[in-house]
């Protein structure tokens, strides 16, 4: 089965880079050329434009920012949709809102694609290990045609409902990411300013029961005051914004989000997403 690829940013290297190591096909397409070598190196074939990625694959997999690229990449001009689906399976795994994926969904189908939505949960090192969460939304049937791929970027690979309920968990876990990591940019400069070092108050963290891989992956940043993109702060601000527009109560995500598009507004959005530190200690 030969796979046509799309994006090749923090995630899209290291997941594309394991269906490779798992003596895949594939063939790579990236807006930045340059930005697809390293999986080029890896074996894969560089598409000079999306059509002949397309044309050349049985499977489709995108994985780019936000809901304005991946719109552009199936419904644009020289996008996914313009050259015939013939049936192929096309599978966005970038997170998006749920009415993108179904505005998708709905035009895969009338050009002849068929479609998931199969945004991820876990961050760079995850997506190198293949233990990605993925959240599938669409036909059964097409979910189980992908799962043996799925399966190889992910620990798990659950089918949840039809398009858009993949999209919809994701904005759900995202919710808990970003008030988490606020929570715990608060309680660090909470202690510190009581003279508990941030070194003093992680190993406490880490020991009690609100430890959590998540908080021990970051304490090498936060120790340091270094902060490089591994889940870049722009992408959690884009997705509380997403969770926002679903309309539903969430006070303490409200409030987490104004807090990352402030971080934005300052300069933050390439950073990783606790450089949310960074903006609190200034206010
Ligand atoms: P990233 O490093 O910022 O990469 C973004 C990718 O999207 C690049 O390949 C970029 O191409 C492409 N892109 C952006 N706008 C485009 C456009 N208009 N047309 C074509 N391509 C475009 O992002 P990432 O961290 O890999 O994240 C990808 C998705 O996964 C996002 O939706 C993010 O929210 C989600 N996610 C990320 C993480 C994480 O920890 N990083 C975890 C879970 C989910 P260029 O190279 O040309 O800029």
Same mark, same amino acid.
Request: hydrophobic share 45%.
């Given at each position: 089965?030969?796979?046509?690829?799309?994006?090749?940013?923090?995630?899209?290297?290291?997941?594309?880079?394991?269906?490779? @190591?798992? *003596?895949?096909?594939?063939?790579?397409?990236?807006?930045?050329?340059?930005? @697809?070598?390293?999986?080029?190196?890896?074996?894969?074939? *560089?598409?000079?434009?999306?059509?002949?990625?397309?044309?050349?694959?049985?499977?489709?997999?995108?994985?780019?920012?936000?809901?304005?690229?991946?719109?552009?990449?199936?419904?644009?001009?020289?996008?996914?949709?313009?050259?015939?689906?013939?049936?192929?399976?096309?599978?966005?795994?970038?997170?998006?809102?749920?009415?993108?994926?179904?505005?998708?969904?709905?035009?895969?189908?009338?050009?002849?694609?068929?479609?998931? +939505?199969?945004?991820?949960? *876990?961050?760079?090192?995850?997506?190198?290990?293949?233990?990605?969460?993925?959240?599938?939304?669409?036909?059964? +049937?097409?979910?189980?045609?992908?799962?043996?791929?799925?399966?190889?970027?992910?620990?798990?690979?659950?089918?949840? *409902?039809?398009?858009?309920?993949?999209?919809?968990?994701?904005? @759900?876990?995202?919710?808990?990411?970003?008030?988490?990591?606020?929570?715990?940019?608060?309680?660090?400069?909470?202690?510190?300013?009581?003279?508990?070092?941030?070194?003093?108050?992680?190993?406490?963290?880490?020991?009690?029961?609100?430890?959590?891989?998540?908080?021990?992956?970051?304490?090498?940043?936060?120790?340091? +005051?270094?902060?490089?993109?591994?889940?870049?702060?722009?992408?959690?601000?884009?997705?509380?914004?997403?969770?926002?527009?679903?309309?539903?109560?969430?006070?303490?995500?409200?409030? @987490?989000?104004?807090?990352?598009?402030?971080?934005?507004?300052?300069?933050?959005?390439?950073?990783?997403?606790?450089?949310?530190?960074?903006?609190?200690?200034?206010?």
């Amino acid at each position: 089965m030969k796979i046509g690829w799309i994006g090749s940013g923090n995630m899209g290297i290291p997941m594309a880079g394991n269906l490779l @190591a798992a *003596g895949h096909e594939l063939s790579v397409w990236n807006r930045t050329p340059e930005k @697809a070598e390293p999986l080029i190196a890896l074996g894969a074939k *560089g598409a000079s434009t999306i059509a002949q990625l397309v044309d050349e694959a049985d499977i489709l997999f995108t994985m780019v920012s936000d809901d304005a690229a991946v719109k552009e990449i199936y419904t644009g001009p020289d996008g996914i949709l313009a050259t015939p689906g013939r049936g192929k399976l096309a599978i966005d795994m970038s997170t998006v809102s749920p009415d993108t994926s179904r505005f998708l969904a709905e035009h895969c189908q009338q050009a002849g694609f068929r479609f998931l +939505d199969a945004p991820v949960s *876990g961050s760079v090192g995850p997506a190198k290990e293949g233990t990605l969460v993925i959240m599938v939304g669409g036909d059964k +049937d097409a979910y189980e045609e992908a799962k043996p791929l799925l399966d190889k970027l992910g620990k798990v690979a659950l089918h949840l *409902g039809p398009n858009g309920a993949g999209t919809s968990a994701k904005l @759900a876990i995202n919710l808990l990411l970003g008030i988490t990591v606020q929570g715990v940019s608060e309680t660090l400069l909470f202690a510190r300013s009581l003279g508990i070092s941030t070194e003093q108050m992680l190993n406490i963290i880490s020991e009690s029961a609100v430890g959590t891989p998540l908080i021990r992956g970051k304490a090498a940043s936060l120790l340091a +005051d270094n902060y490089p993109a591994a889940f870049a702060l722009k992408h959690m601000a884009k997705d509380l914004r997403l969770a926002r527009e679903a309309g539903v109560s969430t006070p303490l995500a409200e409030s @987490a989000g104004a807090s990352y598009r402030h971080a934005l507004e300052e300069g933050l959005g390439d950073l990783d997403l606790m450089a949310i530190i960074k903006h609190l200690e200034g206010n």
